[in-house]
């Protein structure tokens, strides 16, 4: 059994006059101590993805349409508030990109953290005091003990997002799902943070969804990759197969795309064309298609699965094995990867249908 | 204004720039911003010190890239350099005119020949103008062309920058992030500037537009004969869009150098660092690399730390047995290599980032192959091999001021 299956997830977001099609269908399966990538750009369904985990959807606009989720076999979408509640920071954690808009800024650190161990926990409140001294001081806060008494906006960008890394794993939740929690931060600050991060998990045993649209944190960070696009995964394998032999059109233009540390000078760069589509149309065949350099016929109107690159047996979704699948139709080869263009004698993207012409 | 008045600095900042008269140069800049206190009547009790002495120049047609982490006053430099600001103290001398205290119509001629792109193209465009009006604001300001003249150039100038010039009367919220920001570029076209100077110009924009943005203004400045100052935090755009780059820390540059010295050969210790700390997108390289973890935050500019500001966090100064040099001198900038200018006063103790990098971490040679690969052996004033030297710990278990070496576990 998964610590995590998400199934067949659908995400919508409702208005008085229009749907946003926030998350599509996406399955994902977690392992104890397993650290998994999320990436993706900007609304590509990656947060909502999770928000709909912990059931935080923004309400009453966030529904859940469909799929499941199950936590330690626990269907969570079955579960009433109270319970949700009770699983919130014990079993589930979440951290944030911004620390300031997830911390109360009224309260004291040590305020606030006594009251979440206090939530989950029959401590009293020297108990919980101590302990939230002892994982201040895990985390690396300088002089906890008159860091206490402070505010939270008498602390740095860098030492906010440790106080967050404190309060997430003040129960030892088992799985944490860090939302872009760099992203806010200097690149040295960054390097201490995921530092602390990576230790503080693996000690722990700690399983981590790291939702980033950093390919580089991603390669650091993680074992496992799922590369989303406009609600759905389109490419899911392990980390170092994803980079080593990326087969998604979207994957392999965005490597393509950022410049790196380690470039040959003068390498251009080659963007993906276009814009990422509209979600609030209802998704016609695969969302990639108007962009993609690769598309033949299928694309328009049809949404490849999440199949294996490769035919075989048995499907392995979690874990350091687990099998390179990629929602394509006409997958890149390892050649046109490096190239990062069809290299077919003759091949042109299709054209779209006619009457599919926004 | 007069000619400058040669200042001292304004000779040694030109350096690398042999005869040719540079495009810019700044000399010693400085910019202050009082810090006020009292309801009735303001005394001025401090200064934040965004810009601390600032020497740097500028060449015709090339790309310069200004780093450093938030604060430590890469903007300032941009604004300033544009007399957005009037400078503390220093010179501006833009293609040999002074325009440090310049004003009226004086300022608005150099002005013209130089523009901006800005961080936000959701902020920096006016919600009430159509695109056409926006790209069109210079022009008019400053009374080029008549009416219909304008409209054409208009037209040119979002075809340039890759949008349809019919959607000219469309508003700003109409558009992407992306073609915002070909909007903000077009504007910063329209009066055929000579510098632009693009203030974190991509980091608004989702990573497949970023690539977009980069191409385009690459493309511009070979059509254009454009220069860039180029102000970002991100290393790997600024390595990939500059010729010389220049490392900002805490209202002072610390290290300037081609892009290709900066990588390959970082003096000065925050900016190994800093190289040490950015992410690479390649699995197998990332669990190779060891990271210098920097310890603690930047101090404030309001009051910086005395000597040389880094000296509160430098992992190298720790190494030496924190010499009490680097609190009581501030280091000045100093040309270690032809074009390579580093503030450290134990420059010659820094060599090479990923073999030192290593080093620090005390990690097995096998790793360290690739990095020797890359690290050019070409004998320069500062080559110092790391086991002789005196004071530096090569290869020992870290003591506690040391920086914490980034280990990377792989199961």
């Excluded at chain 1, 998990?201 to 950093?214: F, K, M, S, W, Y």
Aim: aromatic residues 4%; proline residues 9%; glycine residues 8%.
């Amino acid at each position: 059994m998964h610590l995590l299956s998400v199934n067949n997830l659908l995400v919508r977001f409702r208005t008085h006059d229009e749907s946003v099609f926030a998350v599509n269908g996406v399955s994902l399966d977690l392992d104890e101590g397993e650290t998994l990538g999320l990436v993706g750009e900007s609304g590509c369904g990656k947060s909502v993805t999770n928000l709909a985990v912990m059931q935080l959807l923004p309400k009453p606009a966030g529904k859940i349409e469909g799929g499941e989720v199950v936590f330690q076999g626990r269907d969570l979408l079955s579960l009433d508030e109270s319970e949700m509640r009770e699983l919130r920071g014990k079993e589930i954690a979440m951290i944030f990109q911004d620390p300031m808009t997830s911390l109360n800024p009224v309260l004291t650190i040590e305020e606030q953290m006594v009251e979440t161990i206090r939530a989950h926990r029959r401590v009293s409140k020297p108990e919980a005091r101590a302990r939230t001294l002892e994982l201040l001081h895990t985390v690396g806060i300088p002089q906890p003990e008159a860091r206490l008494r402070n505010f939270p906006h008498q602390f740095s960008g860098g030492m906010r997002q440790r106080v967050m890394i404190a309060m997430a794993l003040a129960l030892e939740p088992k799985l944490l799902i860090a939302d872009e929690p760099t992203t806010a931060l200097d690149v040295t600050i960054q390097a201490q943070v995921l530092d602390l991060l990576q230790r503080l998990t693996t000690e722990r045993g700690t399983a981590v969804i790291l939702i980033t649209h950093d390919l580089g944190v991603v390669a650091g960070m993680t074992k496992r990759v799922n590369v989303m696009y406009a609600g759905f995964v389109v490419e899911a394998a392990s980390t170092a197969d994803l980079f080593a032999r990326p087969r998604h059109p979207y994957t392999v233009g965005l490597l393509h795309s950022m410049p790196r540390l380690d470039a040959q000078p003068g390498e251009p760069l080659i963007p993906i064309e276009g814009v990422p589509p509209d979600l609030r149309r209802a998704p016609v065949g695969c969302p990639f298609a108007p962009r993609c350099a690769w598309r033949v016929e299928a694309c328009w109107t049809a949404m490849p699965p999440l199949d294996p690159i490769e035919a075989t047996q048995v499907i392995v979704t979690t874990g350091p094995n687990a099998t390179h699948r990629i929602a394509c139709w006409n997958p890149v080869t390892p050649e046109e990867a490096i190239a990062a263009r069809p290299l077919r004698a003759g091949f042109e993207p299709a054209a779209p249908p006619t009457e599919a012409v926004s | 204004m007069a000619q400058p008045p040669a200042p001292s600095g304004v000779a040694a900042a030109a350096g690398a720039a042999g005869g040719a008269s540079p495009l810019l140069q700044l000399a010693d800049l400085q910019m202050y911003f009082p810090i006020t206190s009292g309801v009735l009547v303001s005394r001025h009790v401090g200064d934040v010190r965004a810009v601390d002495g600032v020497s740097l120049t500028i060449e015709k047609g090339e790309t310069v890239g200004l780093v450093g982490e938030s604060g430590c006053g890469k903007s300032t430099v941009g604004r300033t350099i544009l007399r957005l600001y009037r400078p503390t103290g220093g010179h501006i001398v833009f293609e040999g005119q002074e325009i440090t205290t310049a004003e009226g119509s004086t300022l608005r001629g150099v002005r013209r020949r130089m523009q901006m792109i800005f961080q936000d193209p959701y902020a920096s465009l006016n919600p009430r103008m159509t695109a056409a009006g926006i790209v069109s604001e210079p022009l008019e300001i400053h009374g080029v062309g008549t009416g219909r003249e304008r409209r054409q150039r208009v037209r040119e100038l979002l075809a340039t920058v890759g949008l349809d010039p019919d959607y000219g009367d469309r508003y700003p919220h109409e558009f992407s992030g992306g073609q915002r920001q070909r909007i903000g570029v077009a504007r910063a076209l329209a009066l055929h500037p000579d510098l632009i100077v693009a203030d974190e110009p991509i980091s608004a924009l989702d990573v497949s537009i970023q690539a977009q943005i980069i191409n385009l203004l690459e493309r511009l400045q070979g059509e254009f004969g454009l220069t860039y100052l180029f102000i970002a935090h991100d290393l790997s755009v600024v390595r990939h869009i500059s010729d010389r780059i220049a490392v900002m820390y805490l209202g002072r540059l610390v290290e300037t150098a081609t892009s290709r010295e900066l990588y390959e050969r970082p003096l000065h210790p925050y900016s190994v660092a800093l190289l040490s700390a950015v992410p690479i997108p390649d699995p197998a390289i990332e669990s190779r690399r060891r990271r210098i973890i920097l310890i603690g935050d930047v101090p404030s500019p309001s009051n910086p730390p005395p000597g040389c500001h880094f000296h509160t966090r430098c992992w190298l100064r720790a190494r030496l047995g924190n010499p009490e040099r680097c609190v009581e001198e501030q280091p000045a900038l100093r040309e270690m290599a032809s074009g390579h200018a580093v503030a450290c006063h134990f420059a010659e103790e820094v060599e090479g980032s990923p073999e030192q990098v290593l080093q620090i971490s005390g990690d097995s040679p096998g790793a360290s192959v690739t990095a020797a690969a890359i690290t050019p052996t070409t004998a320069t004033t500062a080559t110092t091999p790391p086991a002789p030297t005196p004071g530096a710990l090569p290869a020992g278990p870290s003591t506690p001021q040391q920086p914490v070496p980034r280990r990377r576990e792989r199961s």
